[in-house]
């Protein structure tokens, strides 16, 4: 028994280090993302307030609220190790659960099939409630097994809390206490009228949650799963569990159809010639609270579109064991038998890694070289961007009172609002320009029209600290008199301020934009803003002095030094020549001189060391667009003496040759002196392909490789359907 447990322990370290080695982490998918934000940005109260509009109670989201506050931390893969580690207790119960059924045999029997099987492994690193729903349910299962043999006043508190704590997680776990109700109810063991009194206490406290609940739940719920093109029939539901517990979620779905028909056969074979003398009782029991659970389950699909495979986690190791327990009775080749098409559907996992969440565009790409450390306001929580970058915080716009406090209380934020809904906020923003600047906006595009997005970076307004005359005057009238300073230092991902008092000496017929640029000594451009200025100059009356405010925001990628601030006019409509001339010669007029701070922060972990530059392990991820998939790698770097910035190369190496990457934001060649860190995001053209496939992705300097990872490749012609396995395809 001693050796036992020390290999149960082995098995938990396996099972932690898969899913360790599968899990993506530095991305988060569109549900995961879901989680993070209400995490991140509410309260506990609030949390639970927005989940009675959503699909799931609140106790694991409060979890996670609590991690975040404890640990602060700023990446998926902190929220994924903490979901592996309350998935991880399922493989002990399950080991004691096989032991009374079928033995010490029966026992590791379940727990080998466990640590590598592909759903479970899938599930635990999910920043999402099922790996704690799988170790819940086996605890219930447990200590139901305990109370018919040897029943206690512990056992039965211990019994109801865990029901408490599992309603409040998810709400399929209802079907699971019901039928250890009925089973404990017929069995009837010592104190069992106590034990469903205490029980009942917190069915009621359910029950008035879901009463708040349940409208918003099923509303919402429904209008997303319908989504999914499928209506299948309660025994294609119970089908869809098997194949998943067998292959997992990214199998192919005719593959993941035929090996779960075959598994089936191979189980009926083996239950029919099943060895005598193992406890029969124990495994009906068991059999009982699986196979219910499941079968309701499988009925509500006929009213609900309710039949993903994760609904049903919390009796993964019930029917587990059921399944085991007399085929290791008879021989141990027929777990063999089953493992072997979870290794190959484990195979399959790390491509989670390369699936582009449909509700990422290019913004995110913008956004992470423009500046990441201000909070961001969005109108659609699929916009929110927390998860891949994570100095960012997204907070609810549609809520005034988050909408108030980050108005109030940050010099600057993000809006992203719903291009689809503009009519909702385009008043709001037209009022807020009175306070605010506005430095930065952008129009993305996407194929599903709710996720087009217009994204805005506005900044409080600041007087100036002094005024400096200008003289300048341009040929069609136009006046500088005078420039406001705020400040002369700025820090990459922060935006700089200045004022302008501007006149004309005669009526401007046309319109005309006026542009700021950041310019170094060799007259490269590394940061711009362009706009008309308010009001627009063909509006303006001779004579009267006009103020305009100008923000810039310096992009990540700028390296430290001095640069000058320059301003110049082109006629509204063009691509930004001709410019207007200035009668002192020339067509901009330098301000002054800005000068730029290194952005200093510790490295990474993996971090990579030359004897030129310091990078950190890049993150690499597929996005979605209207022209298709492409490969997106954000690289932060920094200089060690002296680094050209056009030293860099990305590159991604596959069977049909190498495919180059592009910077997203075009950076100037130039020699970077000095520590200070910069990011750049880098994509690749538009991926095609048949199948998913395993390519690597080099990043050199100076023709020298100083990174490369294996990257799963996703092409758009491919399909992984997250709830139906069966509409996965990978053609050939």
Same mark, same amino acid.
């Given at each position: 028994?001693?050796?036992?447990?020390?290999?149960? !322990?082995?098995?938990?370290?396996?099972?932690?280090?898969?899913?360790?080695?599968?899990?993506?982490?530095?991305?988060?998918?569109?549900?995961?993302?879901?989680?993070?934000?209400?995490?991140?940005?509410?309260?506990?109260?609030?949390?639970?307030?927005?989940?009675?509009?959503?699909?799931?109670?609140?106790?694991?989201?409060? &979890?996670?609220?609590?991690?975040?506050?404890?640990?602060?931390?700023?990446?998926?893969?902190?929220?994924?190790?903490?979901?592996?580690?309350?998935?991880?207790?399922?493989?002990?119960?399950?080991?004691?659960?096989?032991?009374?059924?079928?033995?010490?045999?029966?026992?590791?029997?379940?727990?080998?099939?466990?640590?590598?099987?592909?759903?479970?492994?899938?599930?635990?690193?999910?920043?999402?409630?099922?790996?704690?729903?799988?170790?819940?349910?086996?605890?219930?299962?447990?200590?139901?097994? +305990?109370?018919?043999?040897?029943?206690?006043?512990?056992?039965?508190?211990?019994?109801?809390?865990?029901?408490?704590?599992?309603?409040?997680?998810?709400?399929?776990?209802?079907?699971?206490?019901?039928?250890?109700?009925?089973?404990?109810?017929?069995?009837?063991?010592?104190?069992?009228?106590?034990?469903?009194?205490?029980?009942?206490?917190?069915?009621?406290?359910?029950?008035?949650?879901?009463?708040?609940?349940?409208?918003?739940?099923?509303?919402?719920?429904?209008?997303?799963?319908?989504?999914?093109?499928?209506?299948?029939?309660?025994?294609?539901?119970?089908?869809?569990?098997?194949?998943? !517990?067998?292959?997992?979620?990214?199998?192919?779905?005719?593959?993941?159809?035929?090996?779960?028909?075959?598994?089936?056969?191979?189980?009926?074979?083996?239950?029919?010639?099943?060895?005598?003398?193992?406890?029969?009782?124990?495994?009906?029991? &068991?059999?009982?609270?699986?196979?219910?659970?499941?079968?309701?389950?499988?009925?509500?699909? =006929?009213?609900?579109?309710?039949?993903?495979?994760?609904?049903?986690?919390?009796?993964?190791?019930?029917?587990?064991?059921?399944?085991?327990?007399?085929?290791?009775?008879?021989?141990?080749?027929?777990?063999?038998?089953? @493992?072997?098409?979870?290794?190959?559907?484990?195979?399959?996992?790390?491509?989670?890694?390369?699936?582009?969440?449909?509700?990422?565009?290019?913004?995110?790409?913008? @956004?992470?070289?423009?500046?990441?450390?201000?909070?961001?306001?969005?109108?659609?929580?699929?916009?929110?961007?927390?998860?891949?970058?994570?100095?960012?915080?997204?907070?609810?716009?549609?809520?005034?009172?988050?909408?108030?406090?980050?108005?109030?209380?940050?010099?600057?934020?993000?809006?992203?609002?719903?291009?689809?809904?503009?009519?909702?906020?385009?008043?709001?923003?037209?009022? =807020?320009?009175?306070? #605010?600047?506005?430095?930065?906006?952008?129009?993305?595009?996407?194929?599903?029209?709710?996720?087009?997005?217009?994204?805005? #970076?506005?900044?409080?307004?600041?007087?100036?600290?002094?005024?400096?005359?200008?003289?300048?005057?341009?040929?069609?009238?136009?006046?500088?008199?005078?420039?406001?300073?705020?400040?002369?230092?700025?820090?990459?991902?922060?935006?700089?301020?200045?004022? !302008?008092?501007?006149?004309?000496?005669?009526?401007?017929?046309?319109?005309?934009?006026?542009?700021?640029?950041?310019?170094?000594?060799?007259?490269? =451009?590394?940061?711009?803003?362009?706009?008309?200025?308010?009001?627009?100059?063909?509006?303006?009356?001779?004579?009267?002095?006009?103020?305009?405010?100008?923000?810039?925001?310096?992009?990540?990628?700028?390296?430290?030094?001095?640069?000058?601030?320059?301003?110049?006019?082109?006629?509204?409509?063009?691509?930004?020549?001709?410019?207007?001339?200035?009668?002192?010669?020339?067509?901009?007029?330098?301000?002054?001189?800005?000068?730029?701070?290194?952005?200093?922060?510790?490295?990474? &972990?993996?971090?990579?060391?030359?004897?030129?530059?310091?990078?950190?392990?890049?993150?690499?991820?597929?996005?979605?667009?209207?022209?298709?998939?492409?490969?997106?790698?954000?690289?932060?770097?920094?200089?060690?003496?002296?680094?050209?910035?056009?030293?860099?190369?990305?590159?991604?190496?596959?069977?049909?040759?190498?495919?180059?990457?592009? +910077?997203? #934001?075009?950076?100037?060649?130039?020699?970077?002196?000095?520590?200070?860190? @910069?990011?750049?995001?880098?994509?690749?053209?538009? @991926?095609?392909?048949?199948?998913?496939? !395993?390519?690597?992705?080099?990043?050199?300097?100076?023709?020298?490789?100083?990174?490369?990872?294996?990257?799963?490749?996703?092409?758009?012609?491919?399909?992984?359907?997250?709830?139906?396995?069966?509409?996965?395809?990978?053609? +050939?």
């Amino acid at each position: 028994m001693g050796k036992a447990r020390w290999l149960v !322990l082995v098995a938990m370290g396996i099972a932690f280090w898969v899913a360790i080695v599968m899990m993506p982490p530095e991305l988060a998918q569109i549900d995961e993302k879901h989680v993070l934000w209400q995490a991140s940005s509410y309260g506990v109260l609030e949390i639970a307030r927005n989940l009675m509009r959503d699909s799931h109670p609140p106790v694991y989201y409060w &979890i996670i609220h609590l991690w975040w506050k404890i640990g602060g931390f700023d990446r998926p893969y902190g929220y994924r190790v903490l979901s592996i580690l309350l998935g991880l207790p399922a493989l002990p119960l399950a080991f004691q659960i096989g032991r009374r059924v079928a033995g010490v045999r029966g026992g590791l029997g379940a727990v080998a099939f466990m640590m590598i099987n592909p759903f479970y492994i899938f599930q635990l690193f999910l920043i999402r409630m099922y790996g704690l729903v799988i170790a819940l349910g086996a605890a219930l299962a447990w200590l139901m097994l +305990r109370m018919r043999r040897r029943p206690s006043w512990g056992l039965w508190v211990g019994w109801a809390i865990l029901q408490g704590v599992l309603l409040f997680t998810h709400y399929y776990s209802a079907l699971l206490i019901g039928a250890q109700i009925v089973v404990l109810g017929l069995r009837r063991p010592r104190g069992w009228r106590v034990g469903f009194l205490i029980s009942m206490i917190l069915w009621g406290a359910w029950g008035i949650w879901l009463l708040q609940a349940y409208s918003g739940t099923m509303e919402n719920t429904v209008r997303n799963l319908s989504a999914i093109p499928v209506r299948p029939a309660p025994w294609e539901v119970v089908e869809h569990f098997w194949a998943n !517990l067998l292959v997992g979620p990214l199998a192919d779905g005719s593959f993941a159809r035929a090996v779960g028909m075959g598994a089936a056969l191979a189980v009926v074979v083996g239950l029919v010639l099943r060895r005598r003398g193992w406890r029969s009782r124990e495994w009906r029991e &068991i059999g009982l609270i699986a196979w219910l659970p499941l079968g309701i389950g499988a009925l509500i699909a =006929l009213r609900w579109p309710f039949f993903g495979a994760r609904y049903f986690a919390m009796v993964l190791v019930p029917f587990l064991i059921w399944i085991i327990a007399p085929l290791m009775a008879r021989s141990g080749l027929f777990l063999v038998a089953l @493992l072997v098409p979870g290794l190959i559907g484990l195979s399959t996992v790390p491509m989670v890694q390369s699936f582009p969440d449909a509700g990422d565009t290019r913004e995110i790409g913008a @956004l992470a070289v423009m500046g990441n450390e201000d909070p961001i306001l969005i109108q659609a929580w699929w916009h929110s961007l927390w998860p891949e970058y994570p100095a960012f915080r997204s907070y609810d716009w549609s809520d005034p009172r988050q909408r108030s406090r980050i108005i109030s209380q940050y010099p600057s934020f993000w809006f992203i609002g719903v291009s689809l809904y503009r009519g909702n906020w385009e008043d709001w923003l037209a009022e =807020l320009r009175s306070t #605010h600047l506005v430095d930065f906006s952008m129009e993305i595009d996407h194929f599903v029209l709710e996720r087009r997005a217009s994204i805005f #970076h506005l900044v409080r307004k600041i007087p100036p600290t002094r005024w400096v005359p200008a003289g300048a005057q341009w040929e069609n009238g136009l006046r500088l008199d005078s420039v406001g300073w705020i400040d002369e230092k700025v820090v990459p991902g922060r935006s700089f301020q200045i004022a !302008l008092r501007l006149s004309t000496d005669r009526l401007i017929e046309r319109r005309w934009t006026l542009f700021l640029h950041l310019v170094d000594e060799g007259g490269r =451009l590394w940061a711009n803003w362009d706009a008309e200025p308010d009001p627009i100059v063909s509006e303006w009356i001779p004579g009267q002095e006009i103020v305009v405010g100008r923000s810039l925001m310096i992009p990540l990628y700028v390296p430290p030094g001095r640069y000058r601030l320059q301003i110049g006019w082109y006629e509204t409509g063009t691509p930004g020549f001709p410019r207007l001339p200035l009668q002192q010669g020339g067509d901009s007029w330098v301000l002054g001189e800005v000068e730029v701070l290194p952005r200093i922060m510790a490295s990474r &972990i993996g971090a990579v060391v030359t004897d030129f530059v310091e990078m950190d392990p890049p993150v690499v991820r597929m996005v979605q667009g209207v022209d298709g998939w492409r490969l997106e790698v954000q690289m932060r770097w920094q200089s060690r003496g002296r680094a050209h910035t056009s030293g860099w190369q990305v590159r991604l190496s596959t069977p049909g040759g190498l495919v180059p990457l592009e +910077r997203v #934001h075009p950076v100037p060649d130039a020699v970077v002196s000095g520590g200070g860190w @910069l990011t750049e995001v880098w994509v690749s053209p538009p @991926l095609h392909g048949t199948r998913p496939a !395993l390519n690597q992705l080099e990043i050199l300097y100076e023709g020298q490789r100083i990174a490369d990872r294996p990257v799963w490749l996703f092409p758009s012609e491919a399909g992984w359907v997250y709830g139906w396995l069966f509409l996965n395809r990978f053609p +050939r």
